[in-house]
């Protein structure tokens, strides 16, 4: 088992940039792929981004390519999630997930999860 916990979420205007947290305890940091989820109201929990154990390999969504990056130091048990040119469509709670000796790009494998943090985009 893993306990994730996320920071950083908050109100930001268009065009900002905010940079979420997720600190894992518990198993081995390494054994896990990490990703960022996100579920805005009305909606289906989607994928945001991905990232390997260890090569650092990543999947973005279309949405976000080009404008978030995701990251890890294996060493502080740390994934994090910078996001810059964020729009009012980017406003969801966001979930830190983990998948334990899972691969980066089966979404369907992350299984343990935060409690998410609310990242709101005004315009």
């Known amino acids: 088992q893993v306990q994730l916990v996320e920071s950083g979420g908050g109100l930001v205007q268009v065009g900002g940039s905010l940079r979420l947290s997720c600190a894992a305890s518990g198993r081995t940091f390494s054994d896990f792929s990490m990703g960022w989820f996100r579920q805005a109201p009305g909606k289906e929990r989607e994928a945001v981004t991905t990232?390997?154990?260890?090569?650092?390999?990543?999947y973005y969504a279309s949405s976000v390519k080009g404008r978030f990056t995701i990251s890890r130091d294996n060493a502080k048990n740390t994934v994090y999630l910078q996001m810059n040119s964020l729009k009012p469509e980017d406003t969801a709670v966001y979930y830190c997930?983990?998948?334990?000796?899972?691969?980066?790009?089966?979404?369907?494998?992350?299984?343990?999860w935060g409690q998410g943090t609310q990242v709101t985009v005004s315009s």
């Open positions: 997930a983990a998948s334990w000796l899972g691969a980066y790009d089966d979404l369907n494998g992350f299984s343990s």
């Open positions: 990232i390997s154990r260890l090569s650092g390999r990543t």
